[in-house]
């Protein structure tokens, strides 16, 4: 599965879009990519997945460049409660879900 | 979401025992079960794969005597750390699919302190 690059640490203000980017340069045609988010202690929650098409559920936006060589995770309106470890996971369809080191999200009062 | 449920949440238990942690997937049938294990200020690092009714799949580096992993049903894999040892003490978390194609939804975690 093709290795992903995030920013390890991000601020945002409570309220606003939190714009969270991953890169991706050496995925293939047929991996996806996964957001996945990890609040202290906890295990790992469930956020998004999509392939080429822009994604949308009432969690968060998933932006995939056209080349497929980035990707960004938009929370619309950022609360205290999504303070949390991001990451992106890409993988080929039966394989595992391999995490990298994520990017430690912190929401601002 | 689907749910996962682990249990126990926290064990505590003396060096030389062994432990068996739970996995089970409350509202669906997950035919792929994967096993965790967390360090503080770590990443997860995936330990081993089971499919239902097959032997696991471990991970390069994972003892596969040492962490026995059973998913004899399509609702439950257990992991099973075989005499406990200190550096054995970190967060164990089990995820669950529906198929190989879909997400993985995570149980909560269990946090393993070896004494």
């Known amino acids: 599965d093709a290795k992903t690059t995030q920013p390890p640490s991000m601020d945002c203000a409570e309220g606003r879009a939190a714009n969270l980017p991953c890169n991706h340069s050496t995925i293939s045609g047929n991996e996806y990519v996964y957001w996945y988010r990890q609040i202290h202690s906890q295990g790992p929650q469930y956020i998004i997945h999509?392939?080429?098409n822009n994604e949308t559920n009432e969690m968060a936006s998933l932006i995939i460049t056209e080349d497929r060589k980035s990707s960004t995770l938009i929370l619309p309106h950022a609360t205290l409660r999504d303070t949390a470890v991001y990451y992106c996971?890409?993988?080929?369809?039966?394989?595992?879900?391999?995490f990298g080191t994520g990017t430690s999200l912190t929401v601002i009062p | 979401g689907a749910v996962v449920s682990q249990h126990p949440s926290w064990v505590i238990c003396k060096s030389g025992t062994s432990v068996k942690i739970e996995c089970r997937s409350l509202d669906f049938q997950a035919t792929t079960m994967f096993w965790y294990r967390q360090f503080p200020k770590q990443s997860l690092m995936l330990m081993a794969t089971s499919n239902e009714g097959s032997k696991a799949t471990y991970e390069q580096g994972v003892e596969k005597d040492k962490f026995l992993i059973n998913h004899a049903s399509l609702t439950l894999s257990t992991l099973t750390v075989t005499s406990a040892h200190p550096e054995d003490s970190s967060f164990y978390i089990c995820s669950a699919a529906l198929t190989v194609n879909t997400e993985a939804f995570f149980g909560q975690g269990t946090r393993l302190t070896v004494v």
């Open positions: 999509g392939l080429k």
């Open positions: 996971i890409v993988r080929i369809t039966g394989n595992q879900f391999y």
